[in-house]
């Protein structure tokens, strides 16, 4: 482990960027919701927006795991690999017109909401009480 990550101060502020990633993620999906179907354009930018975002956001979530010895790290990636499983598989449904585009934004807002309720809610658990901040 990084000797400084114990810092409480640096976990606090891991902390406070991963809740407030998860704000801006599920914003950039609500941008989605309010330009899919009247304006394509801003839609397909908006989803590699949030694509990116999340990818990003999976990293850096997956090196504080490394860094603090997350127990649970390996069932946490795995998940994030699905979820962006789901991401890729919604990008490619824009090019598929069989495929409902108001769903994409529905679908991605559950999904990633339960993953941030469930497993984002108990590493953030496991932070707090490990490092006691
Ligand atoms: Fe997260
Ligand atoms: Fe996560």
């Known amino acids: 482990m990084n000797s400084d990550y114990r810092a409480s101060d640096t976990v606090?502020?891991?902390?406070?960027t991963?809740?407030?990633?998860?704000?801006?993620?599920m914003a950039t999906i609500d941008q989605l919701n309010n330009v899919i179907?009247?304006?394509?354009?801003?839609?397909?930018?908006?989803?590699g927006e949030f694509a990116s975002s999340v990818y990003q956001h999976f990293q850096y979530e997956e090196r504080i795991m490394e860094m603090a010895m997350y127990p649970l790290r390996d069932i946490h990636t795995n998940e994030h690999n699905r979820l962006m499983e789901a991401v890729v598989g919604a990008t490619k449904s824009r090019i598929n017109p069989r495929q409902p585009i108001t769903r994409i934004s529905e679908?991605?807002?559950?999904?990633?909401?339960?993953?941030?309720?469930?497993?984002?809610?108990v590493f953030v658990e496991y932070l707090k009480k490990k490092f006691s901040c």
């Open 12 to 16: 606090f502020l891991d902390i406070k």
């Open 18 to 25: 991963i809740v407030l990633e998860h704000g801006g993620l």
């Open 37 to 47: 179907g009247c304006d394509e354009s801003a839609a397909n930018v908006r989803l």
């Open 107 to 121: 679908n991605l807002r559950t999904i990633f909401g339960v993953h941030a309720d469930f497993y984002d809610k």
